[in-house]
Structure formats: structure tokens, C-alpha cells
């Protein structure tokens, strides 16, 4: 998480404070799907609805086609965005949000889901070319291990 602690509440008023950080990156496999196109696709809204529209839909938008994407270590697969604008906002930390996901194979041969997500429309908000930048590094760790 970068900015573990960018912004910290007690929205529920049950004396805890809960930190929102600022952004986000990390991976997870995407069993069953067919081809990266889909892991990026479908992978990418399910980031801004989860941590800044639930429950709305309707400042929710993203790529219903991904794009070619290969990485400085030669990983080819695919990415697709998604963002929202607008949407109400409940609590002192809310605010849009933006997600990116590459969907690639990786070294075993499974389809995995690469994701950064992090805040929109905010003072510090982390730029396109920062995150494009730190996906380029994305590579596979090792030999598969069966």
C-alpha cells in the first residue's frame, strides 16, 4: 500500500480509526478465464466499486475492450482501466477512484491479474505515467513449481 495512512476516520463512530491509503498495487490469480483480455476486463471495475462506489453503479465506468500491453521484461498480455466520477460521497476519506489491471500468464502457465488502484480527483492522486512506469516493472518471479 502507498500512503498506508493517508487518510484516517472513525466514520462509524465506534472509536477505531480506519486508514485509507492512497493506492494500492497487487496480484492474484484469474482461474477460468480464457484469455488475458478477460482477466483485465473483468477483473479491473470490481477495484474502484469495492473501494470507492459501493453500492452505487452508475459513476462506475471501464474498458469493455483491453489493450496489448508487454512490460520491460518482455511479459505480453493485456490491460484495461477503470474510474469513477461523480459518485456520492459518504465519509471523510471517500472520494472517485481508478484502477488499472494487466492480465498476463505467468511463469507456470496460469492466468494472473496484475492491479493497481488508488484514489481519484485527489490532491495527491498517483498519475498515469507513475503507474504505467511502475507496471512496466512487473516480471515473473522463478521457475514454476508445479
Known amino acids: ?5 493517508w487518510c484516517t476516520s472513525d466514520d462509524d463512530k465506534d472509536g477505531r480509526s480506519e486508514d485509507t491509503a492512497l493506492a494500492a498495487v497487487g496480484s492474484k490469480g484469474a482461474e477460468g478465464a480464457k484469455d488475458t ?11 474502484v466499486y ?16 483491453a489493450k496489448p500491453y ?4 518482455g511479459i505480453k498480455g493485456s490491460i484495461a482501466w477503470a474510474q469513477s466520477n461523480n459518485t456520492p460521497q459518504k465519509g471523510k476519506c471517500a472520494s472517485d477512484g481508478k484502477a488499472l489491471t494487466f492480465g498476463f ?3 507456470a502457465g ?9 484514489a481519484k480527483g485527489v490532491k495527491e492522486e498517483v498519475p498515469t505515467e507513475t503507474i504505467m512506469r511502475i507496471l512496466s516493472t512487473v516480471r515473473l518471479h522463478g521457475e514454476p513449481t508445479g
Open 1 to 5: 500500500k502507498y500512503k498506508s495512512k
Open 37 to 47: 483480455d478477460e482477466v483485465a476486463v473483468n477483473t479491473v471495475a470490481w477495484w
Open 50 to 65: 469495492g473501494g470507492y462506489t459501493q453500492p452505487d453503479k452508475k459513476s462506475l465506468t471501464f474498458d469493455k475492450k
Open 70 to 73: 508487454t512490460t520491460k521484461s
Open 105 to 107: 500468464k505467468n511463469s
Open 110 to 118: 496460469d492466468f494472473v491479474a496484475w492491479n493497481f488502484y488508488g
